[in-house]
Each structure stands twice: as C-alpha cells, then as structure tokens.
T-cell receptor
Framework: NAGVTQTPKFRILKIGQSMTLQCTQD?????MYWYRQDPGMGLKLIYY???????DKGEVPNGYNVSRSTTEDFPLRLELAAPSQTSVYFC??????????????FGPGTRLTVL | EDQVTQSPEALRLQEGESSSLNCSYT??????LFWYRQDPGKGPEFLFT???AGEEKEKERLKATLTKKESFLHITAPKPEDSATYLC????????????FGRGTSLIVHP
C-alpha cells in the first residue's frame, strides 16, 4: 500500500492564481481531511469528507474548495491565491464508523508559497 | 467546545534523560485519544490510540497513559532519533468524530 499520496510536493504561486492539490489514498478509508500547518500553530482543519459525495467545512475553509467523487481521491482547490495561504498542506484519511474510529494516516505534505 | 493543550511547547533533553510530555483535554465524552510523531518536513505519523482511563500503550522507548483529564507520553532513556514534534488529538463521542489537535511539543534530544 502506498498509503496517502499528495502532489505536488512544492509549489510557488503568484497572487490571484489558482491550483489544485491532489490527494489519493489506497486504504479504502471513508474519512478524508485537508489540514494546513503554519509554524507554531498546529494543524488547522480546512475541509473534510465522510464519504464519496459528502464534504463539510472545517475550521478555516475560506479561499478553498473540495470535492470527493470517489473513495480514493480528495482534491483541494485554491481559487485566487493570497499570501495568507502560504503554508504546508496535509491530506489525511481514516476509517470511522459509529462503532469506533481508527487513527488518521497523513500524506507527506505540499509546501505552498504565494508571492 | 473540545480543547487540547499540550505542554511543554518545547523540551530539550540529554540522551538518556527520561521525561514526560503532557496532553490535557476537555471533551464531552472521550471516544479516543491519539498520539502522533512528526519529523521536520514530513506528515504526522501515528503512534498510539487510547480509549479509556487507565489504559497504557508502549512502543520501544515510548509509553502513553490516559486519565480522565490528561494523557502523558513518557520517554525513557531517549536517543537523538527521538527528536521530533509530538502531537496529541482527541475525538469526542457523537457528532462528526473529527479529532481536535493540540499544538504539539517539540522534543530535541542532544547526544
């Protein structure tokens, strides 16, 4: 199993540009998440999905959009990039049911700089 | 609102000097508490899950314990390769089961 994969690893954007961060998992997990991590600030949840076709906002959703058409893929779209979106982005997945929840598995991250 | 506070923010140890990291939490019914390790430039890596007070888990030099208000990550005779940021997350019963993360403890172990 490759686990959770993210592309690209690094990206530099100009203000106002758009891009999509890709995330794929091969563990058949139902839950998927997008986080951003700024120095000393911990992980902040952007969006999450509890299954294909179902997404919901997290703590910091403004400026981002997501979709989940398959179990495996959960892309994050940045529209009109701003310097405040400079951060490291992590995708994660987990298996959760009403009976119990398992740990999250994280991808290697995408380091994004907006200039 | 669920809250997770980790202390200290940073910890420097000499190789072999045992210590503990703290994760205090406030949650309306604990479903699970998770510990992760994060190396610089990498994503968090799962270490342990604890579900109920009194539970303990061990892995090499690490031991996690849980009470009704906090969890400790005990590091026995640490080595430089244990240097990392350690994250704690709690998951509450009910709702969306989305975990709440603490800001982490940055551990540096000097040889």
């Amino acid at each position: 199993n490759a686990g959770v994969t993210q592309t690209p690893k690094f990206r530099i954007l100009k203000i106002g540009q758009s891009m999509t961060l890709q995330c794929t998992q091969d563990m058949n997990h139902n839950y998927m998440y997008w986080y951003r991590q700024d120095p000393g600030m911990g992980l902040k949840l952007i969006y999450y999905s509890v299954g294909a076709g179902i997404t919901d906002k997290g703590e910091v959703p403004n400026g981002y959009n997501v979709s989940r058409s398959t179990t495996e893929d959960f892309p994050l779209r940045l529209e009109l990039a701003a310097p405040s979106q400079t951060s490291v982005y992590f995708c994660a997945s987990s298996y959760s049911t009403a009976a119990g929840s398992k740990a999250q598995y994280f991808g290697p991250g995408t380091r994004l700089t907006v200039l | 609102e669920d809250q997770v506070t980790q202390s200290p923010e940073a910890l420097r140890l000499q190789e072999g000097e045992s210590s503990s990291l703290n994760c205090s939490y406030t949650v309306s019914g604990l479903r699970g508490l998770f510990w992760y390790r994060q190396d610089p430039g990498k994503g968090p890596e799962f270490l342990f899950t604890l579900y109920s007070a009194g539970e303990e888990k061990e892995k090499e030099r690490l031991k996690a314990t849980l009470t009704k208000k906090e969890s400790f990550l005990h590091i026995t005779a640490p080595k430089p390769e244990d240097s990392a940021t350690y994250l704690c997350a709690v998951q509450a019963r009910g709702g969306s089961y989305i975990p709440t993360f603490g800001r982490g403890t940055s551990l540096i172990v000097h040889p």
